[in-house]
């Protein structure tokens, strides 16, 4: 599976953006989809998760209520909302899949950078 994430960009805090992580190669219907960010100095961190049927949805303490994931397995496609962007949410996003859990990703894509301004 190839995944390509875009939808990064500058946004003022407060503000929204909504990213999206294409995959080809393979259907994702059988994969839990993820999206993971790295700060600068800092540790990747896992963001949200979703199950292969949709029905499990997991997120980071810190964007609960504030992000949504989403996802259309019929496009292949993963996609992120984010709300109420924070200058903290500044990173380089990474869209993942796992069919065994996020402590073992069998596939990453290259990142898509959220930069937020105070």
């Known amino acids: 599976v190839q995944l390509q994430a875009s939808g990064g960009g500058l946004v003022q805090a407060g503000g929204s953006l909504r990213l999206s992580c294409a995959a080809s190669?393979?259907?994702?219907?059988?994969?839990?989809m993820g999206w993971f960010r790295q700060a600068p100095g800092k540790e990747r961190e896992f963001v949200a998760g979703?199950?292969?049927?949709?029905?499990?949805?997991y997120y980071l303490d810190s964007v609960q209520g504030r992000f949504i994931i989403s996802r259309d397995n019929a496009g292949n496609t993963v996609y992120l909302q984010m709300n109420s962007l924070q200058p903290e949410d500044t990173a380089v996003y990474l869209c993942?899949?796992?069919?065994?859990?996020?402590?073992?990703?069998?596939?990453w894509g290259k990142g898509t950078l959220v930069t937020v301004s105070s």
């Open positions: 190669g393979r259907t994702i219907n059988t994969y839990h």
């Open positions: 993942a899949a796992t069919q065994l859990g996020w402590s073992s990703v069998d596939y």
């Open positions: 979703i199950s292969s049927n949709g029905r499990a949805i």
